[in-house]
């Protein structure tokens, strides 16, 4: 089994609090997924942004 992490629509419009489309909470997610993408990073495992 391959191992891959999928970081979906982590855009400015929809993550920082005064966004036009922000969603509450966005920000708060965010430590995780910077601890995540640098593990991954780290280990040469795929990340893929999806927009």
Do not use: C, S, Y
């Amino acid at each position: 089994m391959k191992t891959a992490l999928i970081i979906i629509d982590m855009q400015n419009d929809f993550a920082l609090p005064d966004a036009p489309m922000g969603v509450a909470g966005a920000m708060a997610v965010l430590p995780n997924i910077r601890r995540v993408l640098e593990h991954f990073r780290a280990q040469r495992l795929p990340v893929f942004h999806v927009v």
